[in-house]
């Protein structure tokens, strides 16, 4: 089982700054088969990136996703109020699937 | 629009059974495969099974492996989790998703299963 290991744990930005979210896989993860995840508290999770860095239908420019083998990285350029959330990365490369345990941007 | 509404949750005892249901709409259902994915109050995210758009093809995570089992109907356009054994460990919200090119691009609103005694 490919194990994914999300830092920061916590991330306390400013509204206008930019959130740097990383996301380091225990091996490498096949055809870039990595995603990003938001969720908000009481709601589902929304994707925003698949593929390590393409961007979901409807998903604002600001949110970019990179990265390839085991170190993967999810940018926000500038932070919207809006975006103050939990942000899950996930791997679908493998026979199973496995989830990160999250990193939670907060307003500073 | 694409719609995903789970049902079934509840409160069950430690050893029991229980049958979550996914309704789908607003897309080709066969087309999709379709997954299961829980969370347990106030933890992260774990994936639970995924079947292919033809049932020909399933898988589940080792914490569930020979207790749940995850079927479809794509005439009646529904995902299923057949719950059995279950333990306190399980407790959770479960949302089901489809996925497209393995990412989970839509998902429903969750039912929660509470297993206590």
């Known amino acids: 089982e490919i194990v994914l290991t999300q830092s920061p744990g916590t991330l306390s930005l400013s509204p206008g700054e930019r959130a740097t979210l990383s996301c380091r896989a225990s091996?490498?993860?096949?055809?870039?088969?990595l995603a990003w995840y938001q969720q908000k508290p009481g709601q589902a999770p929304r994707l925003l990136i698949y593929?390590?860095?393409s961007r979901a239908t409807g998903i604002p420019d600001r949110f970019s996703g990179s990265g390839s083998g085991t170190d993967f990285t999810l940018t926000i350029s500038r932070l919207e109020p809006e975006d103050f959330a939990v942000y899950y990365c996930?791997?679908?490369?493998?026979?199973?699937?496995?989830f990160g345990q999250g990193t939670k941007v907060e307003i500073k | 629009q694409v719609q995903l509404v789970e049902s079934g949750g509840g409160l069950v005892k430690p050893g029991g059974s229980l049958r979550l249901s996914c309704a789908a709409s607003?897309?080709?259902?066969?087309?999709?495969?379709m997954s299961w994915i829980r969370q347990a109050p106030g933890k992260g995210l774990e994936w639970v099974s995924y079947?292919?758009?033809?049932?020909?093809?399933?898988n589940y995570a080792d914490s569930v492996k020979g207790r749940f089992t995850i079927s479809r109907d794509n005439a009646k356009n529904s995902l299923y989790l057949q719950m059995n054994s279950l333990r306190a460990e399980d407790t959770a919200v479960y949302y089901c998703?489809?996925?497209?090119?393995?990412?989970?691009?839509?998902w429903g609103q969750g039912t929660l299963v509470t297993v206590s005694s």
């Open positions: 998703a489809r996925s497209r090119h393995g990412a989970d691009d839509y």
């Open positions: 607003g897309f080709t259902f066969s087309d999709y495969y």
């Open positions: 079947i292919s758009s033809s049932s020909s093809y399933t």
């Open positions: 091996q490498s993860v096949s055809s870039s088969y």
């Open positions: 593929g390590a860095s």
């Open positions: 996930q791997q679908y490369g493998s026979s199973g699937r496995t």
